[in-house]
């Protein structure tokens, strides 16, 4: 059983402007989300700023989302570390608070072998018993998880049970989903993408977009698995400018900027990550109006 299909929301931290979490409007972000169909919520990704939380503040907000949210929908936990010691560790504390499964990133910066994040992935899905989902991101790590890897990973690892694919590349997606033959819970990492990955079998996506259009982004994934495949193309193709503005600088930045945009308390961003450019800023706005934000 997958641990959701559909549109789950790679959510924001919010910050004070002093930079400390902001834990009231990350209430008022979950019950957005819940609100407007989201099917699931991962907290602290990327797109959370996971790189620059401390490891109790990792944990807090992460225990902060599981009671929050009281099981309305699954949340799932970034825990993924390029210290295997780390990603256990932060995996087994999760686990303790209620969530409904992990996204584990790729070891980055290091860049292990295949043989090696086998071995890193298997012990830490070995040391917690919820659902695991891999996470390849390659232009973020620097590290390609290869679908021979994800699927001996997820025959061989009970608990081991899907990938966040946002390689970007279709063709090894679609080596994937020829391999695994279903064993694998397969999921868009790219907005752009969801419908493209849903028709190689795909559940669904682990979404940026979502942030500002969850109705939006569930839609598309909802159409889908009902069987109108026309309408969620439609749907996607319509989303599609402002995927491509919410990533016209390296992500979380111009995302941050669009949840302010549409009303909430986003906060600034931690260093090393800078505040959006002008012309950018003003490419995601035009956006925003398009698709009707505005």
């Known amino acids: 059983m997958a641990i959701f299909k559909g549109a789950a929301v790679a959510i924001i931290t919010p910050m ?14 979950v019950e957005f989300q819940i609100e407007n169909g989201t099917d699931a919520i991962v907290v602290c990704g990327t797109t959370g700023e996971a790189s620059t939380l401390s490891h109790e503040e990792h944990l807090d907000v992460i225990k902060y989302c599981a009671e929050v949210v009281k099981g309305r929908i699954p949340v799932i936990a ?8 780390t990603a256990i560790y932060l995996s087994t504390e999760a686990e303790k608070f209620g969530v409904d499964g992990l996204l584990l990133v790729t070891p980055y910066y290091n860049k292990a072998t295949q043989n090696g ?8 899905a070995d040391s917690v018993k919820i659902p695991v989902i891999l ?45 695994a033959k279903g064993s694998v819970d397969i999921y868009s990492g790219n907005d752009d993408q969801i419908v493209p990955i849903m028709s190689l079998g795909g559940l669904g996506v682990i979404s940026v977009l979502s942030n500002v259009a969850p109705r939006q982004t569930h839609d598309i994934c909802a159409k889908f698995l009902e069987g109108d495949v026309k309408e969620s193309c439609r749907l996607q193709l319509e989303a599609l400018d402002l995927c491509g503005s919410l990533f016209c600088e390296v992500n979380p930045i111009p995302v941050k900027k669009a949840v302010s945009l549409i009303g909430f ?17 003003a490419r995601l706005r035009a956006s925003m109006e398009n698709y009707g934000l505005l």
């Open 16 to 29: 004070h402007q002093d930079g400390s979490v902001n834990y009231e409007e990350f209430r008022k972000l």
């Open 78 to 85: 970034g825990t993924g570390s390029n210290s295997t010691e």
């Open 117 to 124: 994040l086998y071995a890193h992935f298997k012990a830490i």
């Open 135 to 179: 996470y390849n991101v390659p232009g973020r790590t620097g590290c390609n998880l290869l679908p021979e890897t994800i699927v001996r990973l997820c025959q061989d690892v009970k608990n081991i049970v899907g990938v966040k694919e946002a390689s970007g590349n279709i063709s090894q997606i679609a080596k994937l989903a020829a391999l």
């Open 265 to 281: 308390e986003a906060g600034p961003l931690r260093m090393p990550l800078s505040e959006i450019e002008e012309k950018n800023e």
